[in-house]
């Protein structure tokens, strides 16, 4: 029976300087919010990143199952295994060991941990098997792999996850026996994911199955994170879908002039980064973006201005928001009621994908999100993550990011609701984003991925690096 | 299919009776039928009166022929009834809401539900009068009460009586369904056309369907101070509508506190002591709760049955109803349908404007194309949801390229100071000109407000001229200005 490690921020050295504050996300004492603030101030931009994307990655080790390698969905006790965190941590061991963080041969044991069981675990579709046709189910027990909550094989999830595998297929790629295998196991998990039938003969690949109901009867359609599913399920070397899939998904985008700025629209945050955490999307454009004369990634940057945009308003007048608070996604909030400065009384709603500029909004705000739009627009993203840091330094604790804050939902001394613990989507994105700004690593990795190359030609993608590549092979 | 629960009883007050002695008198005697009719109109709703009104007017002779009471579905049991318990819903609401608007919550609000109900039978019986029975014979028109059924392809029998016809239109309208729900029927339910005969506000009501019927029942009884639960089984309430629509309506509803349950199908009904038991599904999660009434508000079937549509060779189906061409003419060529018998779009300004439509087709040569119409439609939850025009993923699919200009409510001052600031106006043009392909409008007014995209699309307006179309400060309506002047400036920088 494996372990799962969940040692205090004082066992962890790496990261220096700050206070410790509580993981339950209790207040923090008044001496140590200050010295918080005063250290992070003094900090330049790099020291700033450098601390907050090697706090990102201790998550992983701390909270993983050292026999099965599932990584929890969060720091809390009981956690589940998020199968989509178990593909950010294959990412986040991949930089990890780039950087010197960690031995290459402790980062690819971690990883081959999770390969190897993903490879040996239940693939009958039963409704306590880890998964179906190549997919995984959503949510899985940390020690067993089995099913847990009743959760749907999640198509978009079971992306994230390869995606994380193939990076990691990408960068370990050394003769020794045991990055060969690693690189084996991961083409052998993205080969057999059935995306055919994940369409169901519909136009669009489904969001889900069950065992006990079937397919969920709803697809992924309209612009989301999920064009990294797509890629990777047009670039299959055994169940790819037809190219048609792809252009029924662009089929609802949304081309909107909002705030004066054009984009294609989708609300929350994280729709606008996780497919970028894996794809640089840098100059090169599908149909649709073409015609727009755009790109995702230029797309992506404006959602963020839109973003700032919208805080700025402040349609409904919650505390914290202004042009350096900002960052709706998909995050915990507080539950219960409020009555804010409008006087109007908001129903928190918990851990939700907040949006902009249409909701649903009840004050809660993801400094990770913000954070994980770096590579976008840095020069509005650090001035805000350093205001949040020094309005709200409890957002930190374990010197790491919690999900959500709330100042609308002030404690008696005014301070914000926080999310306790941490979420191990947000470290994944943040940790991959920060890298991707530094020294665009995980890009450069996957830029050379022949799958993800296929996928997104044939979804049309052209020009860019893409060409480049195109040019290079021709020579 | 299950059929409603028996009608609730209607409280026979002075409302009631004035309407009834409007609108059905128990002493009207049928005229005696003259020897052929220029016009004979089956169905006495928005859509017949419109069309006997145009011919009367005309100098047509006009025999109109109704089996219940004139105004039909819209003015007594539709849309009249459903605004005005929706305002009243909404006061209460705003009373409950007061200090957002910089006032005292009243002290001891009470809702009274007898009150509600007797301003609903008030408004309704005055609004029904221009359709009463003396207007119409004033008008030179034959009013018959019963159940007509044609004879022939020009004729058909009402109480023993035949009615011969050189044109006829047919607009029988359309009635409730229900979903064919085990134990729905035996546990008893009402329809959008019987609920507002109820006498007493349910402490719990279910309403199975999320589409507009559903959501502004759900929403104007939640108000009132029913306990509601909405059932929708797609996981967005209005499919029709985009998703952003959609997506605040939850929210709006949720905040009135609605309890919303999307993605989720009623299996069964059953009933004990005394409560309405309903097995839910979502996905593959059971659960059952408890509730004091049902509202069934999914859709509408034509009425199609009993009318002798075989003997007068009219084609139909009994799901889409009669068939008709684009000049909305029946397979016999003497008879046209118009409104909820024979269109998709089941709206009392879609009844009225096909009603005139068929009677100047039929009478006069015209030669009216009903696809030629840009036709609005709205939902009348708080806040409203208005369209026109074509949807983003209809340009898609049709290779048309879209360009949205958004206006959100909250950037316009008077949505604002009225704390109204849930919405917006998106506006869609064909990417590179300004032509309007169509709208959404999410507002507290956007049933007004969308009027005036209506009259662009149709008087083939661009929006960039939109922009230099003066509007009145302080009013909502200047969100369709700043989305033209949204348009302008792309357009301009665009050529600059």
């Given at each position: 029976?494996?372990?799962?490690?969940r040692?205090?921020a004082r066992?962890?050295?790496?990261?220096?300087?700050l206070?410790?504050?509580p993981?339950?996300?209790?207040?923090?004492?008044?001496?140590?919010?200050a010295?918080?603030?005063?250290?992070?101030?003094?900090?330049?931009?790099?020291?700033?990143?450098e601390?907050l994307?090697r706090?990102?990655?201790?998550?992983?080790?701390?909270n993983?199952?050292?026999?099965?390698?599932?990584v929890?969905?969060?720091?809390r006790?009981h956690s589940?295994?998020?199968i989509a965190v178990?593909?950010?941590?294959f990412?986040?061991?991949s930089?990890?060991?780039?950087?010197?963080?960690?031995?290459?041969?402790?980062?690819?044991?971690?990883?081959?941990?999770a390969?190897?069981?993903?490879?040996?675990?239940?693939q009958?579709g039963?409704t306590?098997?880890?998964?179906f046709k190549g997919?995984y189910?959503?949510?899985?027990?940390?020690?067993?792999?089995?099913r847990?909550w009743?959760?749907?094989?999640?198509m978009?999830d079971t992306?994230?996850?390869?995606?994380?595998?193939?990076?990691a297929?990408?960068?370990?790629?050394a003769?020794?026996?045991?990055e060969t295998e690693?690189?084996?196991?991961?083409e052998?998990?993205y080969?057999r994911?059935?995306?055919?039938?994940?369409q169901?003969?519909?136009?669009?690949i489904r969001?889900?199955?069950k065992p006990?109901?079937g397919?969920?009867?709803y697809?992924?359609?309209?612009y989301?994170?999920?064009?990294?599913m797509?890629?990777?399920?047009?670039?299959?070397?055994?169940?790819?879908?037809?190219?048609?899939c792809y252009?029924?998904?662009?089929s609802t985008y949304?081309?909107?002039?909002?705030?004066?700025?054009?984009?294609l629209?989708?609300g929350?945050?994280?729709?606008?980064q996780?497919?970028?955490?894996?794809?640089?999307?840098?100059?090169?454009?599908?149909?649709?973006?073409r015609?727009?004369?755009?790109d995702?990634?230029?797309?992506?940057?404006?959602?963020?201005?839109i973003?700032?945009e919208?805080?700025?308003?402040n349609?409904?007048?919650f505390?914290?928001?202004d042009e350096n608070?900002w960052?709706l996604s998909?995050?915990?909030?507080p539950t219960g009621?409020?009555?804010?400065?409008?006087?109007a009384?908001?129903?928190?709603?918990?851990?939700a994908?907040?949006?902009?500029p249409?909701?649903?909004d009840d004050?809660?705000?993801s400094?990770?999100?913000?954070?994980?739009?770096?590579?976008?627009?840095p020069e509005?993203v650090l001035?805000?993550?350093?205001n949040l840091?020094a309005r709200y330094?409890?957002?930190?604790?374990?010197?790491?990011?919690?999900?959500?804050i709330?100042?609308?939902?002030?404690?008696?001394?005014g301070r914000?609701?926080?999310s306790p613990?941490?979420?191990g989507?947000?470290?994944?994105?943040v940790?991959?984003m920060?890298?991707?700004?530094r020294?665009?690593?995980?890009?450069r990795w996957?830029?050379a991925?022949?799958?993800?190359r296929?996928?997104?030609?044939?979804a049309?993608f052209g020009?860019?690096w893409?060409?480049?590549a195109?040019?290079e092979?021709?020579? | 299919?299950p059929r409603?629960s028996?009608r609730?009883a209607?409280?026979?007050?002075?409302?009631?009776?004035?309407?009834?002695?409007?609108?059905?008198p128990a002493?009207?005697?049928?005229?005696e039928?003259?020897?052929?009719?220029p016009l004979?109109?089956?169905?006495?709703?928005?859509?017949?009166?419109a069309?006997a009104?145009l011919?009367?007017?005309q100098?047509?002779?006009?025999?109109l022929v109704e089996r219940d009471f004139l105004?039909?579905?819209c003015?007594n049991?539709?849309?009249?009834?459903?605004?005005?318990?929706?305002?009243?819903?909404?006061?209460y609401?705003?009373?409950r809401?007061?200090?957002?608007?910089?006032?005292?919550?009243?002290?001891g609000?009470?809702?009274?539900?007898?009150?509600?109900?007797?301003?609903v039978r008030?408004?309704r019986?005055h609004?029904?009068?221009?359709?009463s029975?003396r207007?119409?014979?004033?008008?030179?028109i034959?009013?018959?009460?019963?159940d007509?059924?044609f004879t022939?392809?020009d004729?058909?029998?009402?109480?023993?009586?035949?009615?011969?016809?050189?044109?006829?239109?047919?607009?029988?309208?359309?009635?409730?369904?229900?979903?064919?729900?085990p134990?729905l029927a035996?546990?008893?339910?009402v329809t959008n056309?019987?609920?507002f005969?109820i006498?007493?506000?349910?402490?719990?009501?279910?309403?199975?369907?999320g589409?507009p019927?559903?959501?502004?029942?759900a929403?104007?009884?939640?108000?009132l101070?029913?306990?509601?639960t909405?059932?929708?089984?797609?996981p967005?309430?209005l499919?029709?509508?985009?998703?952003d629509?959609?997506q605040l309506?939850?929210?709006?509803l949720?905040r009135?506190?609605v309890?919303?349950?999307l993605?989720?199908?009623?299996v069964?009904?059953?009933?004990?002591?005394?409560?309405?038991?309903v097995?839910?599904?979502?996905?593959?999660?059971?659960?059952?709760?408890?509730v004091d009434?049902?509202?069934?508000?999914?859709?509408?079937l034509?009425?199609?049955?009993?009318l002798?549509?075989?003997s007068a060779?009219?084609?139909?189906?009994?799901?889409?109803?009669?068939?008709?061409?684009?000049?909305?003419?029946?397979?016999?060529r003497?008879?046209?349908?118009a409104g909820?018998?024979?269109?998709?779009d089941?709206?009392g300004?879609?009844?009225?404007?096909s009603?005139?439509?068929?009677?100047?087709?039929?009478l006069?040569r015209g030669?009216?194309?009903?696809?030629?119409?840009?036709?609005?439609?709205?939902?009348?939850t708080?806040?409203?949801?208005?369209?026109v025009g074509?949807y983003?993923?209809?340009?898609?699919r049709?290779?048309?390229p879209v360009?949205?200009?958004?206006?959100l409510?909250?950037?316009?001052d008077?949505a604002?100071?009225?704390?109204?600031?849930?919405g917006?106006?998106?506006?869609?043009?064909?990417?590179?000109?300004?032509?309007i392909?169509g709208?959404?409008?999410?507002?507290?007014?956007?049933?007004?407000?969308?009027?005036?995209?209506?009259l662009?699309m149709?008087?083939?307006?661009?929006?960039?001229?939109?922009?230099k179309v003066?509007?009145?400060y302080?009013t909502?309506?200047?969100?369709v200005?700043k989305a033209?002047q949204?348009?302008?400036?792309?357009r301009?920088?665009?050529t600059?």
């Open positions: 029976m494996g372990t799962v490690h040692k205090s066992d962890m050295r790496s990261v220096t300087h206070p410790t504050t993981v339950d996300g209790s207040a923090v004492r008044s001496r140590d919010r010295s918080t603030v005063t250290a992070i101030a003094g900090w330049s931009d790099e020291t700033l990143l601390n994307e706090a990102a990655f201790e998550y992983f080790p701390l993983t199952d050292s026999r099965t390698g599932l929890a969905d969060t720091s006790e589940p295994c998020s178990v593909g950010f941590a990412a986040a061991w930089v990890a060991a780039a950087r010197g963080w960690v031995e290459r041969s402790d980062a690819v044991r971690h990883i081959l941990a390969l190897r069981f993903f490879r040996d675990s239940d009958g039963g306590l098997a880890t998964g997919f189910y959503h949510f899985l027990d940390m020690r067993t792999g089995a847990v009743r959760s749907e094989l999640s978009v992306a994230l996850l390869i995606a994380g595998a193939l990076t297929r990408m960068y370990f790629d003769p020794s026996p045991d690693l690189r084996e196991l991961a052998t998990l080969r994911i059935d995306w055919r039938w994940a169901d003969r519909a136009a669009t969001m889900g199955w006990e109901s397919f969920l009867h697809g992924w359609e309209g989301t994170e999920a064009v990294v797509y890629a990777l399920a047009l670039g299959s070397p055994t169940h790819l879908i037809k190219q048609d252009q029924a998904w662009t949304q081309w909107e002039n909002l705030y004066g700025r054009d984009f629209y989708a929350p945050l994280f729709e606008h996780f497919s970028h955490a894996w794809i640089d999307f840098r100059g090169i454009r599908d149909r649709f973006m015609e727009k004369r755009s995702y990634f230029e797309n992506s940057r404006t959602a963020v201005y973003q700032r919208y805080a700025r308003r349609p409904h007048e505390a914290g928001y608070g960052g998909a995050c915990e909030g009621s409020v009555v804010g400065a409008s006087g009384a908001w129903q928190g709603f918990g851990y994908a907040r949006g902009v249409y909701g649903p004050g809660t705000l400094v990770p999100a913000v954070l994980a739009s770096l590579p976008f627009a509005i001035p805000a993550l350093r840091l330094p409890e957002v930190l604790s374990e010197h790491r990011l919690s999900t959500g709330n100042p609308t939902w002030a404690d008696p001394h914000a609701w926080v613990g941490h979420y989507l947000d470290q994944g994105i940790l991959m920060i890298e991707n700004h020294n665009e690593s995980i890009w996957m830029r991925c022949p799958y993800l296929r996928g997104l030609e044939r049309g020009g860019g893409l060409r480049r195109a040019d092979e021709d020579r | 299919m409603p028996a609730p209607t409280p026979q007050d002075d409302h009631e009776r004035k309407r009834i002695a409007e609108l059905r002493t009207w005697a049928n005229p039928p003259e020897g052929r009719y004979v109109v089956i169905g006495a709703g928005f859509a017949g009166l069309a009104e011919a009367a007017a100098g047509i002779k006009v025999a105004g039909g579905t003015a049991t539709g849309c009249v009834p459903s605004k005005a318990i929706i305002r009243t819903s909404r006061l609401a705003e009373m809401d007061a200090e957002r608007y910089g006032a005292q919550v009243p002290a609000i009470q809702m009274d539900f007898a009150a509600t109900m007797e301003r008030r408004i019986a609004l029904g009068q221009p359709n029975v207007h119409l014979a004033a008008a030179g034959d009013v018959f009460f019963g007509a059924r022939g392809p004729s058909l029998a009402i109480d023993g009586s035949t009615l011969r016809f050189d044109k006829a239109v047919i607009a029988t309208g359309a009635r409730p369904s229900a979903p064919p729900i134990g035996e546990s008893g339910y056309e019987n609920v005969e006498t007493q506000l349910p402490r719990r009501l279910l309403v199975i369907g589409g019927i559903g959501c502004e029942q929403q104007a009884f939640c108000r101070g029913a306990q509601t909405i059932v929708q089984i797609k967005l309430f499919e029709r509508e985009e998703r629509a959609a309506l939850s929210t709006a949720a009135d506190g309890v919303v349950r993605n989720t199908r009623v069964g009904i059953r009933v004990a002591n005394g409560e309405k038991l097995d839910l599904v979502s996905d593959d999660y059971h659960n059952t709760i408890a009434a049902i509202l069934a508000g999914v859709g509408r034509p009425n199609v049955e009993g002798g549509l075989e060779g009219v084609d139909y189906d009994r799901e889409h109803g009669i068939r008709v061409d684009d000049f909305l003419r029946t397979s016999n003497r008879i046209h349908a909820d018998v024979c269109l998709e089941k709206y300004h879609t009844a009225i404007t009603a005139q439509m068929a009677v100047r087709n039929a006069f030669r009216e194309r009903w696809s030629k119409l840009v036709i609005p439609w709205c939902t009348f708080d806040p409203e949801i208005a369209h074509l983003v993923r209809e340009a898609n049709q290779g048309i360009k949205t200009f958004t206006v409510m909250h950037e316009v008077r604002v100071t009225d704390s109204e600031e849930a917006f106006v998106k506006i869609h043009v064909r990417e590179g000109s300004d032509r392909l709208a959404t409008i999410v507002a507290r007014h956007a049933g007004d407000m969308i009027n005036e995209i209506t662009a149709v008087a083939n307006i661009g929006l960039s001229k939109l922009a003066v509007h009145t302080d909502q309506a200047e969100a200005q033209a949204a348009c302008s400036r792309a301009a920088s665009a600059s």
